[in-house]
């Protein structure tokens, strides 16, 4: 995040290189609320903490309508409560807003929740496992 910049100014960001105009504010302000921010609209990074700048970072990738997000350690600087709150943030977007979010983590606790792990070492792949979405049981 640009540390001279408010919440919504840093959102806003990639537009600048669409021409979007009121629609791109729009955008902006509807994800800033989805990620749970609306109160922090005018609040600079240095306001913020770890985790609800992460959160300002996940608003601006979504804000173009990406159809993939990539995450290098997402969950890195957060405590344990705050990295699922973020992970439960990125399923609900892959869910409702058919983006496909890729995470580098060593955090085997949020790599176990993706459909599909992949295991790097030394720059091969190791596995490469895909996990069936468990149905809840009526």
């Known amino acids: 995040l640009l540390s001279g910049m408010n919440v919504l100014e840093n959102v806003m960001l990639p537009l600048r290189y669409v021409k ?4 791109g504010k729009q955008r902006a302000i509807e994800l800033i609320d989805r990620v749970g ?14 985790g609800q700048m992460q959160r300002v970072a996940i608003a601006r990738s979504m804000v173009n309508r990406p159809s993939l997000i990539l995450l290098d350690e997402p969950t890195g600087a ?9 992970v439960d943030l990125l399923k609900l977007l892959n869910r409702e807003d058919q983006v496909t979010i890729v995470i580098v983590t060593h ?10 792990q992949i295991r790097l070492k030394d720059g091969k792949v190791l596995t490469d496992d895909r996990v069936e979405e468990k149905l809840p049981v009526a």
């Not at 957060?78 to 973020?86: F, H, I, K, N, S």
């Open 37 to 50: 921010l609306s109160d922090r609209i005018k609040h600079k990074p240095s306001e913020l903490s770890g």
């Open 78 to 86: 957060v405590d344990t409560e705050t990295a699922q709150q973020l």
């Open 20 to 23: 979007n105009g009121a629609a």
């Open 107 to 116: 955090d085997v606790d949020i790599a176990s929740q993706a459909r599909r």
